[in-house]
């Protein structure tokens, strides 16, 4: 259950309400594909540095080691001991993007596994099926993301599968949690609105999934290649014909910078792998801006990262360190790193949620960007 707390303008701040505890919204869910933080991070560091809620990844927890396995070791929660919210997405961005050689029919998808090129058939139910015996606590409708250059004519029937595809999830979904075998009979659907750049499309699937009265939303398809405004655009454009008492997830997103917009423009949940991938080839976020520890002039620089940073690397240890252990290639300079940048972007939420609670959040907003060299 989402309960809306307090709105600016169009930026909301909510409460989603789980059998895995509240999740208090805005909030960036810290990606774990493999029911893991690449870097070395576990789950008592992401308990330590903030974290609400953590995501993984269907289509990767099926090929390996599967979900049937998952199931018997008592789902993901207990798999990776993690006992706050996990959303899982629905593997069908990995099956477009990762697969290659695939068939795409009415009642599914007919691709060959990454890892060992065993054929994988995934329609709707399979997907639920699976995000069932992981037993997240939210689980994506299995959709299809178009490119952001598809043709019209493309778009237009793969969203109309899509929406076809999200009722099947939907009754797929209702009928495993009313079996006694089912870990977490409690588990949450979020639909997904697709439709690439096109306005209208958009637009018209943000009513049509909103009729089916699900749990969330996600818009889905974008930082694919459009460009941010092009992004902004189809947010300013798609959010306002998604329920406002409901919570609506930007899939795959972002920046900060790309987080404090769509926060202006209603959007409640993030997830990217931006901190992580950034994190592990020395790249770390401030608030004057990111910074390249590989670059030479850090090789003497005894300051933390950031000064005042509470995260654990910023605690005890220097740039220069951090860069020497990154230059001799020690899996612990990336450790560092990734610990940093994810307490960056959840301490980021946290002063977002403060902001809407004070009724300031356009002023820090701007403060924000300026402060990262992205203001006006």
């Known amino acids: 259950m989402y309960k809306l707390l307090k709105q600016e303008g169009r930026a909301k701040r909510g409460e989603f309400h789980t059998v895995h505890g509240i999740i208090q919204t805005p909030v960036f869910m810290n990606v774990g594909t ?70 795409i029919k009415e009642e599914g998808v007919y691709f060959h ?64 949690n009313q079996l006694e075998t089912t870990i977490n009979r409690n588990q949450m659907l979020f639909g997904i609105n697709q439709g690439a750049i096109f306005d209208d499309i958009r637009i018209d699937h943000a009513k049509a999934v909103s009729e089916l009265d699900l749990d969330g939303y996600a818009v889905g398809g974008l930082a694919v290649g459009e460009s941010h405004e092009e992004m902004y655009h189809i947010l300013d454009l798609t959010v306002p014909h998604l329920p406002r008492n409901k919570p609506t997830y930007l899939m795959g997103v972002g920046t900060p910078a790309n987080i404090l917009e769509a926060v202006a423009r209603g959007v409640d949940f993030f997830d990217c792998v931006y901190p992580s991938r950034n994190g592990r080839h020395g790249h770390v976020y401030t ?67 403060e902001a809407l609670d004070a009724g300031r959040f356009h002023s820090y907003k701007e403060e924000k960007l300026y402060g990262m060299g992205q203001g006006n």
């Open 34 to 103: 493999v029911a893991a933080i690449k870097g070395a991070v576990s789950t008592q560091d992401l308990q330590q540095i903030g974290t609400q809620v953590q995501l993984s990844n269907t289509y990767h927890l099926h090929v390996r080691p599967g979900d049937e396995i998952v199931k018997k070791l008592g789902g993901l929660h207990q798999f990776m001991v993690w006992d706050k919210p996990i959303l899982t997405d629905s593997g069908g961005f990995q099956v477009f993007s990762l697969a290659g050689l695939r068939k």
């Open 287 to 353: 608030n004057q801006g990111k910074l390249n520890l590989f670059n030479q002039k850090y090789e003497l620089d005894a300051k933390p990262i950031e000064e005042g940073c509470q995260c654990p690397a910023c605690q005890h240890y220097s740039r220069a360190y951090i860069r020497h252990l990154l230059k001799a290639k020690e899996m612990l300079g990336m450790r560092l790193c990734v610990l940093h940048n994810l307490y960056f972007y959840n301490t980021m939420m946290e002063e977002i949620r």
């Open 113 to 176: 596994s990454h890892i060992d090129g065993r054929k994988i058939f995934m329609g709707p139910e399979e997907s639920m099926q699976i995000q069932s015996n992981l037993a997240s606590t939210i689980a994506m409708a299995f959709d299809e993301c178009p490119s952001s250059v598809a043709d019209r004519s493309y778009v237009e029937d793969s969203v109309a599968r899509t929406t076809r595809w999200l009722k099947r999830c939907k009754k797929e979904l209702h009928r495993l």
